[in-house]
């Protein structure tokens, strides 16, 4: 779609002003729904529950404790076993899901959660304070080998049971995301009676206090959920009270893009996520189907530059990978022109985004020779740059993908021209990402969802280096930025501190951004009640039924 920032997606940046000079300041739940819409059912049709529901999904959850999870597939799943405390619609506005109030003490370290009464978990254990502070104090248990929760409750210090619906979380310091953060299902509240009976095998056996009950899972085949009939709704943005229309929701595991259309097609699947991009004119084009493009939240895909592992430890070969690529081939390649270029470390349609990084780099092979050429990078008898008698080869591991692998193949072409070798490892998506962890990558590939700037703490912080940066980047003003903006929760100061952390990034070429992905889903035209959650990417179940 070309250079620079797409309009159409500059209206769904999320404001802060209403939480952080509101909700945050005053310490109270929101409960006005303006700009939310919701799904529309037929009055008169009454009560639609009944029926089993299949959705076909690309990836594998890595497990099914929330505080474990890693993978977004895994977060589709959880969302409708387990809630949060609090939820986020459209336009930006925290209300209440588990909690019904909560405050913040005048240091800005202390949340105080008014818990709602009358909720039992699926194993029939109630849900109270000691739930709340149980969910949090394991994300902190080395034994849990959380690594998103870890990264989304921040400098979070201990919790405390006032009574039994009343609970307190204390912060090291202030912590700016928290209250969004508290919204996604990752720090939603489990059993605990559930963990001590199930132990290691938690993660197999998830229960929460949603609108489906867990069933089973096959690896690499299905998640099944069955409806939770004693459902109690916690939801002020759903349609309907009580429990869930569908019976049974099942997510069948299905890599392949063809063979995961060929379910929606064959009316095996009645929804399937990411329609392949070469197919979305033929599937948009049939009314037996309905198609959903969101543009949802977070980091653009990408390729995080080990900026420590030799040769991309030299600035002027990181930057010169800017120059060399091509966005607008690797878009096509990737998402055959339906998603925008991406120019910086975060889309464009999370709050914090700084339009300026669009004008640090552009496709110019020749700019790249040039800086290559100034930091004595020389070009060898085979066309491959050597510098002090070593050649300046990289190393890719990567998920065994075809599109990711074809738009690495092209990279690797355009890397070749400048004289930068590019050697493509493929493998299984965890094994990749843990040479990336280990250092051992010069490229990682990467997208992140997140609606508040600081997921850029998540792939930039030192502190992350062996987690998620696994670009292995070190920056001691990016980390003080980062520090700081997430203990301020002036909305001015944290934009300004962003902006800045946005341009050092892309100045010391951290990362190749590629796209801002679009999610385009596809469904059956029968399919009525779908809406998505604020990320934009994960469609709420709960009111869906068929026509």
Same mark, same amino acid.
């Given at each position: 779609?070309?250079?620079?920032?797409?309009?159409?997606?500059?209206?769904?940046?999320?404001?802060? $002003?209403?939480?952080?000079?509101?909700?945050?300041?005053?310490?109270?739940?929101?409960?006005?729904?303006?700009?939310?819409?919701?799904?529309?059912?037929?009055?008169?049709?009454?009560?639609?529950?009944?029926?089993?529901? +299949?959705?076909?999904?690309?990836?594998?959850?890595?497990?099914?404790?929330?505080?474990?999870? +890693?993978?977004?597939?895994?977060?589709?799943?959880?969302?409708?076993?387990?809630?949060?405390?609090?939820?986020?619609?459209?336009?930006?506005?925290?209300?209440?899901?588990?909690?019904?109030?909560?405050?913040?003490?005048?240091?800005?370290?202390?949340?105080?959660?008014?818990?709602?009464?009358?909720?039992?978990?699926?194993?029939?254990?109630?849900?109270?304070?000691?739930?709340?502070?149980?969910?949090?104090? $394991?994300?902190?248990? =080395?034994?849990?080998?959380?690594?998103?929760?870890?990264?989304?409750?921040?400098?979070?210090?201990?919790?405390?049971?006032?009574?039994?619906?009343?609970?307190?979380?204390?912060?090291?310091? =202030?912590?700016?995301?928290?209250?969004?953060?508290?919204?996604?299902?990752?720090?939603?509240?489990?059993?605990?009676?559930?963990?001590?009976?199930?132990?290691? *095998?938690?993660?197999?056996?998830?229960?929460?206090?949603?609108?489906?009950?867990?069933?089973?899972?096959?690896?690499?085949?299905?998640?099944?959920?069955?409806?939770?009939?004693?459902?109690?709704?916690?939801?002020?943005?759903?349609?309907?009270?009580?429990?869930?229309?569908?019976? %049974?929701?099942?997510?069948?595991?299905?890599?392949?893009? %063809?063979?995961?259309?060929?379910?929606? $097609?064959?009316?095996?699947?009645?929804?399937?996520?990411?329609?392949?991009?070469?197919?979305?004119?033929?599937?948009?084009?049939?009314?037996?189907?309905?198609?959903?493009?969101?543009?949802?939240?977070?980091?653009?895909?990408?390729?995080?530059?080990?900026?420590?592992?030799?040769?991309?430890?030299?600035?002027?070969?990181?930057?010169?990978?800017?120059?060399?690529?091509?966005?607008?081939?690797?878009?096509?390649?990737?998402?055959?022109?339906?998603?925008?270029?991406?120019?910086?470390?975060?889309?464009?349609?999370?709050?914090?985004?700084?339009?300026?990084?669009?004008?640090?780099?552009?496709?110019?092979?020749?700019?790249?020779?040039?800086?290559?050429?100034?930091?004595?990078?020389?070009?060898?008898?085979?066309?491959?740059?050597?510098?002090?008698?070593?050649?300046?080869?990289?190393?890719?591991?990567?998920?065994?993908?075809?599109?990711?692998?074809?738009?690495?193949?092209?990279? %690797?072409?355009?890397?070749?021209?400048?004289?930068?070798?590019?050697?493509?490892?493929?493998?299984?998506?965890?094994?990749?990402?843990?040479?990336? $962890?280990?250092?051992?990558?010069?490229?990682?590939?990467?997208?992140?969802?997140?609606? *508040?700037?600081?997921?850029?703490?998540?792939?930039?912080?030192?502190?992350?280096?062996?987690?998620?940066?696994?670009?292995?980047?070190?920056?001691?003003?990016?980390?003080?930025?980062?520090?700081?903006?997430?203990? +301020?929760?002036?909305?001015?100061?944290?934009?300004?501190?962003?902006?800045?952390?946005?341009?050092?990034?892309?100045?010391?070429?951290? +990362?190749?951004?590629?796209?801002?992905?679009? %999610?385009?889903?596809?469904?059956?035209?029968?399919?009525?009640?779908?809406?998505?959650?604020?990320?934009?990417?994960?469609?709420?179940?709960?009111?869906?039924?068929?026509?």
């Amino acid at each position: 779609m070309g250079g620079g920032s797409d309009s159409r997606w500059q209206g769904r940046r999320m404001s802060r $002003r209403s939480i952080l000079k509101g909700g945050l300041a005053l310490g109270l739940a929101a409960t006005g729904l303006e700009g939310f819409a919701r799904p529309q059912h037929d009055a008169a049709a009454g009560p639609a529950q009944g029926g089993a529901f +299949t959705a076909s999904m690309f990836l594998d959850p890595n497990n099914l404790d929330p505080a474990g999870v +890693t993978y977004v597939s895994a977060v589709a799943v959880l969302m409708n076993v387990v809630e949060p405390l609090v939820e986020v619609d459209q336009a930006g506005k925290v209300h209440p899901r588990l909690a019904t109030s909560w405050k913040l003490s005048p240091d800005q370290r202390e949340w105080t959660f008014t818990l709602r009464e009358g909720v039992a978990f699926h194993d029939g254990t109630p849900f109270n304070a000691d739930a709340v502070k149980f969910s949090f104090d $394991r994300i902190l248990d =080395p034994a849990t080998k959380s690594q998103t929760g870890l990264s989304e409750i921040g400098p979070f210090q201990s919790s405390t049971v006032i009574d039994a619906r009343t609970v307190k979380l204390t912060f090291k310091e =202030p912590y700016a995301p928290f209250l969004f953060n508290a919204s996604d299902v990752v720090l939603g509240i489990v059993s605990p009676a559930a963990v001590k009976k199930y132990g290691q *095998d938690f993660s197999q056996n998830p229960v929460g206090t949603g609108p489906y009950v867990f069933k089973d899972w096959v690896r690499n085949d299905h998640v099944a959920l069955v409806r939770n009939d004693k459902y109690v709704t916690t939801s002020a943005l759903v349609a309907h009270k009580g429990p869930a229309y569908l019976d %049974q929701l099942t997510f069948r595991i299905i890599p392949e893009d %063809q063979t995961r259309l060929d379910t929606l $097609r064959s009316g095996e699947a009645d929804f399937i996520y990411r329609i392949p991009a070469v197919n979305l004119a033929s599937v948009q084009g049939d009314p037996k189907y309905r198609v959903f493009k969101n543009m949802y939240a977070g980091d653009p895909v990408m390729f995080l530059i080990n900026r420590q592992l030799f040769p991309t430890d030299d600035l002027a070969v990181a930057q010169a990978m800017q120059f060399a690529v091509d966005k607008t081939v690797i878009t096509k390649i990737g998402t055959a022109n339906t998603s925008p270029v991406a120019w910086g470390p975060l889309k464009p349609v999370v709050w914090g985004y700084n339009p300026a990084v669009e004008k640090l780099y552009r496709h110019d092979p020749a700019k790249a020779r040039e800086l290559l050429e100034a930091a004595g990078w020389k070009v060898g008898p085979d066309g491959i740059r050597v510098k002090g008698g070593r050649a300046c080869r990289m190393v890719c591991a990567v998920k065994t993908d075809p599109v990711t692998v074809s738009m690495l193949e092209a990279m %690797q072409g355009m890397f070749k021209s400048v004289g930068i070798a590019l050697e493509i490892q493929t493998m299984a998506l965890p094994a990749s990402e843990e040479l990336g $962890r280990q250092g051992k990558s010069n490229m990682t590939f990467m997208e992140w969802r997140g609606i *508040d700037p600081d997921i850029l703490t998540v792939h930039f912080h030192s502190k992350n280096i062996g987690g998620w940066n696994m670009g292995h980047f070190k920056n001691a003003q990016v980390d003080q930025l980062l520090d700081t903006a997430r203990a +301020t929760l002036d909305e001015q100061k944290r934009l300004d501190m962003y902006h800045r952390v946005q341009m050092i990034i892309m100045e010391q070429a951290a +990362t190749l951004p590629l796209f801002n992905l679009l %999610q385009i889903d596809g469904a059956k035209a029968s399919v009525q009640g779908m809406r998505y959650d604020v990320y934009h990417y994960y469609p709420e179940w709960y009111d869906v039924r068929e026509g």
